[in-house]
């Protein structure tokens, strides 16, 4: 099942957290309950990208591209993702999802969701490639473009050594699904 009753709580409460500015960070506050664990009594791995949908759209929401990409026919599509785990979330432990945009190349931003303990430690780390797709004109958006509609006025900087190495792998492993059809 979907986390639908969060989602609802995130939308319902976006405006208290007021409009997402590109460098900020968004945060999500949760606790795990008996619906997100698996067998070791932590966590799911997949409950985890549910919860980052969530960060993810709240940046959405609070940016105003969702609302854009209904005027426009746009699509905001997840590329690809690539995680990490370091420390487990316990059954009713509370934790953050603080998500954010990192940076941006022509139609590909790179996004970062960080699963924070109570006591700051990072229990694990989602690193996203994400585009918009135009669907009328079949092809993906600017993301200046698209930063410039949404009325900011940022450049975006460059890519970490890190992201440079999960831009690499994402499209390395782009590649190799790509030959196997």
Not at 31 to 46: E, G, K, S, V
Not at 58 to 82: H, T, V
Not at 94 to 100: K, Q
Request: charged letters at 30%; a positive charge.
């Amino acid at each position: 099942m979907y986390v639908w009753a969060r989602l609802a709580r995130m939308a319902a409460t976006k405006s208290r957290r007021g409009p997402y500015r590109f460098g900020d960070e968004g945060r999500l506050s949760f606790r795990c309950l008996p619906t997100d664990i698996d067998f070791n009594m932590h966590l799911n791995n997949a409950r985890y990208m549910m919860l980052a949908d969530v960060g993810r759209i709240d940046i959405f929401m609070r940016s105003g591209l969702i609302e854009l990409a209904r005027k426009r026919g746009w699509a905001p599509m997840l590329g690809g993702l690539q995680t990490v785990f370091v420390r487990e979330i316990r059954l009713w432990k509370r934790f953050d999802v603080v998500s954010s945009i990192e940076t941006w190349s022509g139609s590909e931003v790179i996004g970062k969701h960080r699963f924070v303990l109570e006591n700051g430690e990072t229990a694990a780390l989602i690193m996203t490639s994400a585009g918009v797709y135009d669907r009328a004109n079949r092809r993906f958006v600017l993301i200046d473009d698209l930063v410039r509609e949404l009325g900011a006025d940022i450049t975006p900087r460059d890519a970490s050594e890190e992201e440079s190495i999960f831009i690499a792998s994402h499209k390395g492993l782009r590649t190799l699904a790509k030959s196997k059809d």
